[in-house]
């Protein structure tokens, strides 16, 4: 069976830090990888999505940047963080039914202060 | 532009039945989609609709109206884990999901 983790769980940060978020999937291979964030009373945002090793594609400009140097690893990350980059981010794979249902990892809560 | 509508809070006593309402308006469609998520996790699958009408699954049913842009959630025997914020989204013509704000669901015993 296919599984999702990505970690960490909880992150207290500082402006100006780095960040790095990792997701691995296991059970599938050349998995639709996702990083959403989801900010309080708003919807999924959609922030990178990859469909093969290396292939990136961004939404939103912003600060943060992804990469995919493994078929099932997925990497959100940023340089400096900004007080608005505060938020619960989640990592998903497009499942392999025909009606292409997202599975989420557990999530990680940023805080920057 | 994209929109997802559905209402932000709604409450509910056990064992009572309640109706999540979502309306969509979206750049092609390809399917709709709801999904529970209990405060502090991630979301999980409950349903998909791509033809119009009702889809039942257990105490859950979900129904789809192409032609309105519109789609309900209606839980049944609702028990206290069933509070949870519930999400819409929907698929455009590109295969992206389009996501709502979310309705948390408060349950009263």
């Known amino acids: 069976s296919q599984t999702i983790h990505q970690w960490p769980a909880t992150l207290v940060q500082p402006v100006g830090s780095p960040l790095s978020l990792e997701c691995t999937v296991e059970?599938?291979?050349?998995?639709?990888l996702y990083w959403y964030r989801q900010a309080a009373g708003r919807g999924l945002q959609l922030l990178f999505y990859?469909?093969?090793?290396?292939?990136i594609s961004s939404e939103v400009p912003q600060n943060l940047s992804a990469s995919r140097p493994q078929d099932r690893q997925f990497i959100l990350s940023s340089k400096k963080l900004l007080l608005s980059d505060s938020g619960f981010y989640l990592c998903?794979?497009?499942?392999?039914?025909?009606?292409?249902?997202?599975?989420f990892g557990e999530g990680s809560r940023l805080t920057v202060l | 532009g994209q929109n997802i509508d559905q209402p932000t809070e709604m409450t509910a006593t056990e064992g009572a039945i309640v109706q999540i309402n979502c309306t969509y308006q979206t750049s092609g469609f390809n399917g709709l989609f709801w999904y529970q998520q209990h405060a502090g996790e991630a979301p999980t699958f409950l349903s998909y609709?791509?033809l119009d009408g009702l889809e039942e699954k257990g105490r859950f049913s979900s129904f789809l109206s192409r032609s309105k842009g519109y789609s309900y959630l209606l839980l049944k025997e609702l028990q206290m884990k069933d509070s949870a914020s519930y999400l819409c989204a929907a698929l455009d013509s590109n295969y992206q999901l389009i996501w709502g704000a979310g309705t948390k669901l408060i349950i009263k015993p």
């Open positions: 609709n791509v």
């Open positions: 998903a794979w497009k499942g392999l039914a025909d009606t292409g249902e997202l599975f």
């Open positions: 059970g599938t291979s050349n998995p639709n």
């Open positions: 990859s469909v093969g090793i290396g292939q």
